[in-house]
């Protein structure tokens, strides 16, 4: 189950980029980024009448997280992938700075999340660090070498929106409050719906493109990217942990570019392949070294006074290791 669920989360979440390629030659970020998440907000807000008795747990406390995490996860980390595009920084070079994404994640799980990550799961996030680096120089180079005229500073919108997502990520992993998934997934897009629809009427970009291109990139969107990625995400997380689906996300960077330069001609030479294999052996690397899910659930409920809080990551990367 956990090996379906990951290669699902995968490439539906890989399909988010190719997506907005798919878009960016018909409408503008926003404009795409609107109509994508008003019929899913819709949608969802019907399933919500539906399923009443699980919002009556929704506290106002637990209401107003969810909507900042939505902010975070959706609207700031794609708002930022779509524009970097709408640039002309490919599909898969976008995946690419994204993949630094559980470097940054894994150094702050520690001393953030009080979660106990071993030595072999530092190795395999080193090593999924790597095959990103090579893949995103290949990247590069390549862009440079066709002379596509990307602006230096456009290539480092990305990191915003991988800075959003890891403050989601860590957010919702710091509540202690138990959300149901459906519930929290209709905060989120309903609270995007809202952030996107004002800047597109604000930006006198509300009104749909005519082509049918745009509203297949629509349908691809909110039934691979959102449905598919974004609630996979969130389950993985909940299941496995953080370490599951940062490990994962390595992956993102390469499969996109395998999927680009087949649907779309982006490059895709040895450094890209030599990166994919980089990216496959820390999966196994890391899955391999993780804890039991009993392990890690029995660790995240142990209290931890403020003395320890205190006295920062390096007892805790300590005890960890000792138990790996």
Known sequence: MNLLLSTGFVLCWSSGFIGAKLGAGSASAITILMWRFLPLAVVLAVLAWVRRAAWRRLGC?????????????????LLTVYYAIQLGVSSGTTALIDGVQPLVAGALAGPLLRQYVSRGQWLGLCLGT??????????????????????????????????????????????????????????HCATSAVVFTALAVSAGAARPPAELSFWVAIAWLVTLSTFGGYGLYWLILKRSGTTRVNTLMFLMAPVTAVWGSLMFGEPFGAQT?????????????VQRSEPSSSAVRAREQTPVDASVRLAGSTASWQRGSRDS
């Open 61 to 77: 406390r637990a209401a107003a997280r969810q909507a900042v995490i939505g902010v975070l996860s959706q609207s700031g980390y």
């Open 130 to 187: 790597a095959g990103v680096v090579i893949v995103t120089l290949a990247d590069a180079s390549a862009d440079a070498g066709a002379g596509t005229g990307v602006a230096w500073w456009a290539y480092l919108i990305p990191f915003l929106g991988m800075f959003a997502l890891v403050g989601a990520t860590f957010l919702e992993r710091r509540s202690r409050e138990r959300v149901d998934p459906v519930v929290a997934l209709t905060v």
């Open 273 to 285: 392949a030599a990166g994919l294999a980089i990216g496959l052996a820390a999966v196994v690397v």
